[in-house]
């Protein structure tokens, strides 16, 4: 029998949320290129590409319970128990203050961010082999606060909240559950005018912004099995931007 390369994930059943566009979109595209079988679950279709190179597309709200247990269930119909789950999907707030904010707008961003990851994280796990991969997507929002992003970040940190948990509470079936936290990157989510575009230059150690294709490996390290004793963990991927600030920056700042 010959044994599978580092970091195989041929023959995994991999299913994703969010997969239609942006990191999701770039992992989708990764998990088939290196031969899984990839259920794409969104509320709207991926790019006919994807579907062409045998992605199952799912429609899937998954602030709906219901939809989110049925897609599961059509999921393990379609590719048997599945190995992995990389949980992508989520929105942004609307950028006000707490005190000016809107409720019904954090309504939503909860209902997504929140909501929607623990729906992942209740149901996804009676589908699974023993042995899997949950990886969930954070953001540095959720480890550094920043002016205007209160509701973004509070869900955030409750995803890296959850995944702790969840990998605590599965270990014993040695399903491995972590979390990615991106800092900015270049997606649909994040406009060309965005602050965030400008600042990441000049925050960022490595000094630019994310591409996707800067995110689409770490999440391939994680559903692979190279990752087996790998769990509970946030990995910040920002280009260093967490790590600290160059003296040309505070001087910056500081004028």
Do not use: W
């Not at 960022?204 to 800067?214: C, T």
């Amino acid at each position: 029998m010959n044994k599978l390369a580092p970091f195989s994930l041929q023959g995994k059943s991999i299913f994703i949320t969010g997969g239609s566009s942006g990191i999701g979109l770039g992992t989708c595209q990764r998990c088939l290129q290196e031969g899984a079988r990839v259920i794409v679950a969104d509320i709207q279709a991926p790019p006919q590409a994807v579907l062409d190179a045998g992605a199952l597309f799912l429609e899937v709200d998954v602030t709906d319970r219901d939809r989110v247990i049925k897609a599961f269930q059509q999921a393990e119909g379609a590719v048997g128990k599945l190995h992995v789950i990389i949980h992508n999907a989520g929105k942004p707030g609307n950028g006000k203050h707490l005190t000016d904010s809107d409720e019904d707008v954090l309504d939503s961003v909860v209902d997504l961010n929140l909501y929607g990851t623990y729906y992942m994280l209740k149901y996804g796990p009676a589908h699974m082999l023993d042995g899997g991969s949950i990886i969930n997507t954070a953001s540095v929002a959720g480890l550094q606060q920043n002016e205007g992003f209160f509701d973004y970040s509070a869900t955030k940190a409750a995803i890296i909240s959850l995944t702790k948990t969840s990998a605590v509470e599965l270990g014993m079936r040695n399903i491995r559950v972590n979390a990615v936290a991106p800092g900015p990157v270049r997606t649909p989510m994040l406009p060309p005018g965005h602050i965030l575009n400008a600042l990441a230059k000049n925050l960022s150690a490595l000094g630019r912004i994310a591409e996707i294709d800067d995110l689409v490996g770490v999440y391939h390290f994680l559903a692979s099995d190279e990752s087996r004793y790998i769990t509970g963990q946030t990995i910040i991927v920002d280009g260093g931007r967490l790590a600290g600030f160059r003296t040309q920056v505070l001087g910056r700042l500081a004028g």
